[in-house]
Nanobody, 125 residues
Framework: QVQLVESGGGLVQAGGSLSLSCAASGRTFNTYAMGWFRQAPGKDREFVAAISRAGGNTAFGDSVMGRFTISRDDAKNTVYLQMNNLKTEDTAVYYC??????????????????WGQGTQVTVSS
């Protein structure tokens, strides 16, 4: 069992930056692939970014490519999402997820087993 706690959300103006963190409990963090997803009101949960265990592979959603980066620190059981040049359409609740996910399936929401409670990101114009 893994518990995930996101932090770092908030209100930012368009063009600004935010950094999200997701802290995981347990001693097996380094065995999980980690992902970030987001969900805006009335929309499906959308893939944002993911990183494989050991960090060898990363993947990004088309809408955030070139603006967001993902990294992990296995010593701290934490995964990070750095969000730059934020746009109003990035407004959503951002969720951290963990799972035994093959690199080919990092974008697939259904392949993740554990989810955080979410953190709100609001980008104003």
């Amino acid at each position: 069992q893994v518990q995930l706690v996101e932090s770092g959300g908030g209100l930012v103006q368009a063009g600004g930056s935010l950094s999200l963190s997701c802290a995981a409990s347990g001693r097996t963090f380094n065995t999980y692939a980690m992902g970030w997803f987001r969900q805006a009101p009335g929309k499906d949960r959308e893939f944002v970014a993911a990183i494989s265990r050991a960090g060898g592979n990363t993947a990004f959603g088309d809408s955030v490519m070139g603006r967001f980066t993902i990294s992990r620190d296995d010593a701290k059981n934490t995964v990070y999402l750095q969000m730059n040049n934020l746009k109003t359409e990035d407004t959503a609740v951002y969720y951290c997820a963990a799972g035994y996910v093959d690199s080919s399936y990092l974008r697939r929401v259904g392949h993740y087993d554990y989810w955080g409670q979410g953190t709100q990101v609001t980008v104003s114009s």
